[in-house]
């Protein structure tokens, strides 16, 4: 099992930026790679970005590109996505994610095993 915890979010407004941090716990050494989705009242989950366990590989969903930007540190077993030019449309909840499937990088909910608690972010206009 793998216990994911994320902090960071809050209420900022336009433009501003913001740094969502993810805490793995557990059999970490099981996964192919970990990201971010985020799930917006009224609307369903959204795939924002993913990273492979080595560090190489990230993926964003287009809307975020440029914009966000995912990274890890595998010695502290931490995933960020580093949140630029924050929009009232990024409003949502943001759950870290982990996968041990081989899929992970297409970016399908069920491509990814464990989910955090999520952290709310609210962007203002």
């Known amino acids: 099992q793998v216990q994911l915890v994320e902090s960071g979010g809050g209420l900022v407004q336009a433009g501003d930026s913001l740094r969502l941090s993810c805490a793995a716990s557990?059999?970490?050494?099981?996964?192919?790679?970990m990201g971010w989705f985020r799930q917006a009242p009224g609307k369903e989950r959204e795939f924002i970005a993913t990273?492979?366990?080595?560090?190489?590989?990230?993926y964003y969903v287009n809307s975020v590109k440029g914009r966000f930007t995912i990274s890890g540190d595998n010695a502290k077993n931490m995933v960020y996505l580093h949140m630029n030019g924050l929009k009232p449309e990024d409003t949502a909840v943001y759950y870290c994610?982990?996968?041990?499937?081989?899929?992970?990088?297409?970016?399908?909910?069920?491509?990814?095993?464990?989910w955090g608690q999520g952290t709310q972010v609210t962007v203002s206009s």
């Open positions: 994610v982990a996968s041990k499937r081989s899929d992970w990088y297409r970016g399908w909910s069920t491509s990814y095993d464990y």
């Open positions: 557990g059999r970490t050494f099981s996964l192919y790679a």
């Open positions: 990273i492979s366990q080595s560090g190489t590989n990230t």
